[in-house]
């Protein structure tokens, strides 16, 4: 059910218009945007954390501090896009901001940086700062993703999630859960 609420709010707009269903859009825009975009920040992320430090979030770099306050400060814009019941270009804008989260993903490395005894600091800056993202983005695709987003509160070890939420980090010190896959990529034989 949530890869069929996030392609039709994918497709909804403000006004009243009949949306077609396309199989291979559909399995496109779920493995794409949700597994590939959204999903994929905690998988490359939380396994570090668990296996290296405990379970526990560490500081943040200057650099994954400005990723996040960008995160925090689109809230606004994304809360009022919902409003408006223009689902289609919400959702355009949390991948646009899931794109940012993966660009530094891909800048840091952290698969590289775990290779490396005298990198722990930073790959802990850049985990933590991809598990916080991962918690924004989750909040945000509240709305379209309900119970994805319960699954996401349960591993992050957080209470329910609201857009106020948005405002407060998570912090140096809090303790994640274990990451299990939160959802599977769309095989086209599932489709039939």
Known sequence: ???MRYYIAAKLNAKVEDIDFNPDDFIARVNADLIGKFINIASRSAGFITKRFEGKLGTLS???TQLLEHLQQSMPHIAKSFEQREFGKVLRDIMLLAD????YVDTHKP???AKHADQAASLHQVCTACLESF???SLYLKPVLPALTQEVERFLKVP???FSSAQHLLGQGHEIGTYKHLM????PLMMD
């Open 184 to 187: 599977q990529r769309v095989d």
């Open 1 to 3: 059910p949530e890869w």
């Open 160 to 162: 329910s999630m609201s």
């Open 135 to 137: 918690r924004l983005l």
């Open 111 to 113: 698969w590289e940086l």
């Open 100 to 103: 940012k989260v993966n660009e």
């Open 62 to 64: 200057p650099e994954g």
